[in-house]
T-cell receptor, first 109, second 117 residues
Framework: DAKTTQPTSMDCAEGRAANLPCNHS???????VYWYRQIHSQGPQYIIH???NNETNEMASLIITEDRKSSTLILPHATLRDTAVYYC??????????FGTGTRLTIIP | GAVVSQHPSWVICKSGTSVKIECRSL??????MFWYRQFPKQSLMLMAT?????????EQGVEKDKFLINHASLTLSTLTVTSAHPEDSSFYIC?????????????FGPGTRLTVL
């Protein structure tokens, strides 16, 4: 049973903000929201994670709704190198990472 | 961020032979490492948890006698695919959380592509 639901694929124009949604309506109080991405034929790369508050780092911003049932990963100025599969993962601290099917994001020149 | 390496990056072997894949944490120590497998157009599936100094923990459906895991030091875990068959052809990826951070931050290796003829 999937803990998260993501669109299968999305396109975004180069230079625009890419907004990737994730539904996690059954999230528990101690579970964090993690985002990883996987560029073709490479290992996954950590992007960002959060619990309740919105988070920002040099790669992206994570917006978590107040009820924590959904979140959005924002890549502010998408480049062609951001084309990848993006995984939204919900898990308690110190638990193993379990990957779903993710969203295939394609950046269009 | 911390660096995890894998060797080899790709390997081709004959059916029935064994293949060893190494996973190293280059600038941090890891008491635990994770091994994943990824078939084409599919997501990563966790195979096992490698524990330094003790036996690995395997996920349901993963044959421990076929996928031998050794975690002999705080920076090295190895996965040996024994008696490999074409259906074992896959992309094998390891990950490691720094020892000081629990599992909260994991760094992934670049993966090893195994092709069994």
């Amino acid at each position: 049973d999937a803990k998260t639901t993501q669109p299968t694929s999305m396109d975004c124009a180069e230079g625009r903000a890419a907004n990737l949604p994730c539904n996690h309506s059954t999230i528990s109080g101690n579970e964090y929201v993690y985002w990883y991405r996987q560029i073709h034929s490479q290992g996954p790369q950590y992007i960002i994670h959060g619990l309740k508050n919105n988070e920002t780092n040099e790669m992206a911003s994570l917006i978590i709704t107040e009820d924590r049932k959904s979140s959005t990963l924002i890549l502010p100025h998408a480049t062609l190198r951001d084309t990848a599969v993006y995984y939204c993962i919900v898990r308690p601290p110190n638990e193993k990472l379990t990957f779903g099917t993710g969203t295939r994001l394609t950046i269009i020149p | 961020g911390a660096v995890v390496s894998q060797h080899p990056s790709w390997v081709i072997c004959k059916s029935g032979t064994s293949v060893k894949i190494e996973c190293r944490s280059l600038d941090f120590q890891a008491t635990t490492m994770f091994w994943y497998r990824q078939f084409p157009k599919q997501s990563l599936m966790l195979m096992a948890t490698s524990n330094e100094g003790s036996k690995a923990t395997y996920e349901q459906g993963v044959e421990k006698d076929k996928f031998l895991i050794n975690h002999a030091s705080l920076t090295l875990s190895t996965l040996t695919v024994t008696s490999a068959h074409p259906e074992d052809s896959s992309f094998y990826i390891c990950s490691a959380p720094p020892r000081t951070q629990g599992y909260n931050e994991q760094f992934f290796g670049p993966g090893t592509r195994l092709t069994v003829l």
